[in-house]
């Protein structure tokens, strides 16, 4: 079910490593949510802890700034159950992402005396081009991959600004 269009305070986009696809998203809702005029905190994180303290990967960085997203000075973080608590939304790049997520959330809500969660969605939940599809980690393929991955964000973060101004 989409998100109402109440604007979210704050933004937590998670993938696995928090080098490729999230940092990415970032770079992009930070951008697309400016021009809307939208005023909100913007993260992200990885679900694994392979890459803490790390930049971007040099390919994510290079494709993003082709594009007009400059990644460079973002670091990796591994998602904690405390983002449930700090953030409002928190936005998974695939169907594994959100299961380790729906995870951590759990231990959120067990260790915290609070009703007011993070709600939980894939990143592409609202985007009618690509309903509920992965977005796929290009780490592994080729510089088509990053490609895929900005075109396939920019929708879905076009999406969710749309959603919010309704």
Same mark, same amino acid.
């Given at each position: 079910?989409?998100?109402?269009?109440?604007?979210?305070?704050?933004?937590?986009?998670?993938?696995?490593?928090?080098?490729?696809?999230?940092p990415?998203?970032?770079?992009?809702?930070?951008?697309?949510?400016?021009?809307?005029?939208l005023t909100?905190?913007?993260?992200?994180?990885?679900?694994?802890?392979?890459?803490?303290?790390?930049?971007?990967?040099?390919r994510?960085?290079?494709?993003?700034k082709?594009?007009?997203?400059?990644?460079?000075?973002?670091?990796?973080?591994?998602?904690?159950?405390?983002?449930?608590?700090?953030?409002?939304?928190?936005?998974?790049?695939?169907?594994?992402? =959100?299961?380790? !997520?729906?995870?951590?959330? &759990? *231990?959120?809500?067990?260790?915290? +005396?609070? #009703?007011s =969660?993070?709600? !939980?969605?894939?990143?592409? &939940? *609202?985007?009618?081009?690509?309903? +509920?599809? #992965?977005v796929?980690?290009?780490?592994?393929?080729?510089?088509?991959?990053?490609?895929?991955?900005?075109?396939?964000?920019?929708?879905?973060?076009?999406?969710?600004?749309?959603?919010?101004?309704?």
């Amino acid at each position: 079910m989409p998100m109402s269009s109440a604007i979210p305070k704050s933004v937590l986009l998670v993938c696995l490593g928090n080098i490729c696809r999230s940092p990415t998203a970032e770079g992009i809702m930070r951008q697309r949510t400016a021009i809307a005029g939208l005023t909100m905190k913007i993260d992200s994180a990885g679900t694994g802890d392979w890459h803490i303290g790390k930049h971007p990967d040099l390919r994510a960085q290079t494709h993003a700034k082709q594009h007009g997203y400059n990644i460079s000075k973002l670091v990796a973080r591994q998602v904690s159950p405390k983002d449930f608590i700090d953030f409002d939304l928190i936005l998974a790049m695939d169907a594994q992402n =959100l299961k380790d !997520l729906q995870a951590i959330r &759990e *231990v959120a809500a067990q260790t915290t +005396n609070t #009703d007011s =969660l993070a709600r !939980l969605a894939l990143m592409s &939940e *609202v985007d009618i081009s690509y309903l +509920n599809q #992965d977005v796929p980690d290009p780490y592994y393929g080729g510089e088509d991959g990053f490609e895929e991955v900005i075109k396939r964000l920019e929708s879905s973060v076009d999406a969710w600004i749309h959603t919010w101004q309704i």
